[in-house]
């Protein structure tokens, strides 16, 4: 409880107990917090970022097939500006590629978007990764 | 002013300045996001559903506020209730004038944009409406001197959780406005664990500073003979505790925890935390 005087506010010298209750368990929370940065503080050893395109899923829509795909960032570096290229190939050849930009990988994370092709990639060989990055 | 002639009169222009408090303090708090981009896309793109419970939050924040520090001396809830749904109506109105008049909602765009976009901002919109009118005006004599140094005695008690809502309300200011933004994310990520740190201890010497420390008018002192980490324990942790888990559902409304790995998270919420927890300081300060 905080008494306000004169424009003073002035807190009492015996307070509830669930004022203590309260500020034990926000300490106990906060210092949870600094303990868990710490250790990837100490543990994060990464110096760039590892990114791995995995395809999700494949399905028509009005101006042809949407490949939606999914980028995990396996470092604990973060990806700016990272340049996406699918293709759809055939016996090594490739019929159709596809490209996206995304704004941010953080790390330890995954991020999704999606490519539209032209033609249908069922049954064929659908390639989805990462090219180019920026550091933030 | 002109002097009231009748009662009647009197009371109709009281009315007319709070209204006008209002929409002055929706202006002072809003300006800033409703001139911030990614505010007009969340408002367009973001989920539905996350939208939704910020509005409905947004309700009893305010009813809670409007008994605390709203417009006029609210005795009952009733009117309480009344004046949050004023704030929350000037909120509206005020930011559909002004995203009308900067161009930003425009006749061609649909429903589900315009909506979504007025009513993200109204949030930030009502709280300054509500305190606008309280801490813009309500000084006049007329009504009674609430708050006036040379008023002799003034006294008056804050409960505990009425201290922590305080604090809720300085960190949600804040947040609100530098949640939204790009730059929190992208600092995050410039950031390494041991530059969090640096800003968790940081955060915590301001805030602990603002309040009791730096003398600054509607500072707080402790009861003679109680030693200085009382005040550090009882409320500056809980204080910063709060502004972390405002800033977090900050993010999580804006999108901006979305698959993205736990310490990355909560690197994010921990520079957020720091204008929160200023704001959450402050609030203690002014409100």
Redesign the interface.
């Known amino acids: ?13 015996a ?2 107990w ?3 209750i ?6 106990i ?2 210092i949870a ?2 303990v ?3 250790k ?2 100490f543990m ?1 050893r990464d110096t760039s970022p590892n990114l791995h395109g995995n395809v999700v899923k494949m399905e028509k829509r009005s101006d042809g097939f949407q490949v939606l795909f999914e980028i995990q960032n396996g470092s ?1 570096v ?1 990806a ?1 500006q990272v340049k996406i290229r699918g293709e759809i190939r055939e016996q090594e050849s490739v019929l159709e590629s596809s490209e996206t930009v995304l ?2 990988v ?7 978007g999606g490519l539209i092709f032209r033609q249908n990639p069922a049954g064929k060989d659908v390639k989805v990764r990462a090219t180019a990055f920026d550091e ?1 | 002013m002109s002097i009231a002639t009748t009662r009647e009169d009197f009371d109709t222009s009281k009315f007319f300045a709070g209204i006008a408090r209002g929409i002055a303090g929706a202006l002072l708090f809003a300006l800033p996001m409703l001139m911030t981009m990614e505010m007009w896309q969340l408002g367009v793109y973001m989920d539905r559903t996350r939208l939704l419970l910020l509005l409905l939050v947004n309700i009893p924040l305010l009813i809670v506020l409007s008994d605390r520090v709203g417009f006029e001396e609210t005795s009952t809830w009733r009117q309480a209730i009344r004046d949050a749904s004023i704030a929350y109506a000037l909120g509206i109105v005020s930011c559909a004038l002004i995203l009308v008049a900067m161009g930003v909602i425009k006749q061609d765009q649909s429903a589900h944009e315009i909506i979504g976009m007025i009513a993200l901002q109204a949030v930030p919109a009502s709280i300054g409406a509500m305190l606008g009118r309280s801490q813009l005006g309500g000084q006049s004599a007329d009504e009674g001197g609430e ?1 006036d ?1 040379d ?1 002799p ?8 959780a009425g ?2 809502f305080l604090m809720a309300v300085g960190a949600l200011f804040l947040n609100l406005n530098v949640a939204p933004t ?1 730059e929190m ?2 600092l995050s ?2 950031m ?3 530059h ?2 640096v800003i ?1 201890a940081a955060s ?1 010497a301001v805030m602990h500073g603002f309040v009791y420390a730096l003398s600054f ?10 030693p200085s980490w ?2 550090f ?3 500056t ?2 204080g ?2 709060i502004a ?1 888990l405002i800033s977090a559902y900050c993010l999580w409304t804006f999108h901006r925890t979305d ?6 998270t ?2 994010t919420v ?1 520079i957020l935390s720091f204008p929160g927890a200023i704001g959450a300081a402050a609030a ?1 300060l002014i409100l």
Do not use: C
């Open positions: 409880m905080t008494k306000i005087s004169n424009g003073k506010n002035i807190e009492p010298g307070p509830h669930i004022e203590w309260t500020g034990a368990v926000s300490g929370i906060v917090v600094i868990w940065i710490g990837d503080g994060d604990s973060t700016s704004d941010y953080p790390g330890h994370s995954k991020v999704g933030p | 708050g140094d008023d005695v003034h006294e008056r008690e804050t409960s505990y201290e922590l790009e994310i992208l990520y410039k390494t664990p041991w969090a740190l968790i915590l008018r509607g500072s707080h002192d402790l009861a003679e003979g109680t009382h005040a324990v009882r409320f942790l809980p910063y505790l972390g698959d993205i790995g736990s310490t990355q909560l690197m921990v203690r």
